[in-house]
């Protein structure tokens, strides 16, 4: 099968348009032909070897797909042959073929096409467990989403929006603060000024916000861990900027503010049923119109390597899908 390949863990530029072995789908393993995947920030680490999971090589990169199942493992039930699913696969989705294990495929919402199914799954999920599970995010609060133009920030202002909360945006560019606008977003803050967070506390009539998303890490991280509010809840989920920050904890302990980790995956793992719940309410939210990925650039498999080093230069907004059938 045609694939993007990663034979040695190393710069995004030395991944090659290549074939692989069709795979062959063993226990609870769903065999997915791929309609169309979207790039994460995971792809980019994975094939650095940066990531806490590395595969054996060679192999694809690609996060999360969505397409027609093809084939099923020993065990697995729910599905059939010819269903069309979203899935996260880990890696493997910049391929013609892909697998998945079944506890992590969903039926594809209704209404959606493969392009805003391959941009759903990862982002919508990490997102929606991050503010419900996680962050306990109430109707009425306040948030605040940092890295917000990025694929998991777009997503996390139209889940607070959908869970009843006023949400601030903060990115880099007015291009990005545009889009978080047009996405839902109530305020919009340009994280490149300086003391940014005194933004955020006049919004706010001084108190700050009752929730901080934070994808983002590096600098940003501690005004906006200042920047939240009594007993408010600042959520780690990524480091998007590349440096891992130092906060000084009497941070927390001046507002009783909680400094809370989010890994959706491993998440996903311990507690199977609560993701396929999840899955089900960010499909009725599609369905309702109150969700709708951003999708920003449409590329052929060949063209994949790039989109990857796009994003992890932090050069993409939205969600950069890649379409294996397409011609480069």
């Known amino acids: 099968m045609k694939a993007l390949v990663c034979s040695a863990f190393g710069p995004i530029a030395d991944l090659r348009p290549g074939t692989l072995p069709d795979p062959v789908p063993g226990e609870g393993q769903v065999l997915i032909e791929v309609k169309a995947a979207s790039v994460n920030f995971p792809d980019a680490l994975i094939v ?5 999971v590395r595969p054996e090589l060679p192999f694809a990169p690609g996060a999360e797909a969505a397409g027609v199942v093809r084939a099923l493992g020993p065990g697995v039930q729910g599905f059939s042959v010819g269903d069309t699913v979203v899935a996260s696969t880990g890696h493997g989705a910049f391929a013609e073929l892909c697998l998945a294990q079944a506890a992590k495929v969903s039926r594809l919402p209704q209404g959606m096409d493969f392009e805003h199914g391959a941009a759903f799954v990862l982002t919508y999920g990490t ?3 991050a503010l419900q599970q996680v962050g306990r995010l109430q109707a009425g609060e306040t948030l605040l989403v940092l890295g917000a133009a990025g694929g998991v920030g777009l997503a996390a202002i139209e889940i607070g929006r959908a869970l009843g909360a006023r949400v601030i945006a903060a990115a880099s560019s007015e291009e990005k603060l545009a889009l978080c606008r047009r996405s839902g977003a109530d305020a919009t803050i340009d994280y490149t000024q300086p003391e940014w967070r005194r933004r955020v506390e006049a919004l706010t009539d001084g108190q700050g916000a009752d929730v901080v998303y934070d994808a983002v890490g590096g600098v940003h991280a501690e005004p906006a861990l200042r920047a939240t509010a009594w007993r408010g809840r600042y959520l780690v989920v990524g480091f998007a900027a590349g440096e891992i920050p130092r ?11 909680q400094i809370l980790g989010v890994f959706w995956g491993e998440a996903m793992r311990r507690d199977p049923a609560q993701h396929e719940a999840n899955m089900a309410q960010l499909g009725r ?15 052929p498999l060949d ?3 790039a989109a990857i080093q796009r994003l992890a230069d932090r050069q993409a907004m ?3 899908v890649v379409l294996p059938g397409a011609d480069a």
């Open 303 to 305: 063209h994949a390597a």
């Open 127 to 129: 997102s929606l467990h």
């Open 285 to 299: 939210w599609f369905e309702q119109g109150l969700l709708r990925p951003a999708i920003t650039e449409r590329v």
């Open 48 to 52: 650095q070897g940066r990531y806490q």
């Open 247 to 257: 906060l000084p904890l009497n941070l927390a302990l001046l507002k009783e503010r």
């Open 318 to 320: 939205g969600k950069l």
